[in-house]
């Protein structure tokens, strides 16, 4: 069985993703910026308005990652998607949490989404390395 179809539904999958992500990305602005702005305060808007465009752009890194890798199937870019995915659950998740809950406790678990997101732009340079000398 060629694993072309795997690719491909793999490929599809994050694309997938990706979109569903961004979209989020930009109800969660919208949110912020209409119905939560008179509830939460400057500080807590401030959180949410990081979480959304952290999510925004690390959800456009996944769909083109996941272009790159329909052309050249590699694990790095694989990691890459995983990381931004990780990434925006621990990073803007936990900055959602901390504006809706005010638990600043939360913030403990952010720089972990930041670890994982920087992990995905390392294994996004290194796969694009390693694809240029292949």
Do not use: K
Request: net charge positive; aromatic share 8%.
């Amino acid at each position: 069985m060629s694993r072309a179809p795997v690719r491909r539904l793999e490929g599809d999958l994050l694309l997938a993703t990706g979109a569903i992500l961004a979209g989020a990305g930009v109800a969660a602005g919208a949110l912020g910026a209409h119905l939560l702005q008179q509830q939460l305060s400057p500080h807590e808007i401030d959180l949410w308005r990081t979480a959304a465009n952290y999510q925004m752009y690390h959800a456009l890194a996944i769909i083109i990652v996941a272009r790159i890798l329909s052309r050249h199937p590699t694990r790095l870019f694989r990691i890459s998607c995983g990381c931004f995915i990780v990434g925006i659950m621990l990073f803007s998740g936990s900055l959602y949490g901390a504006a809706l809950t005010g638990a600043d406790v939360l913030g403990v678990i952010t720089p972990l989404g930041g670890i994982a997101f920087l992990g995905g732009w390392v294994c996004l340079a290194a796969g694009i390395f390693r694809s240029d000398r292949t």
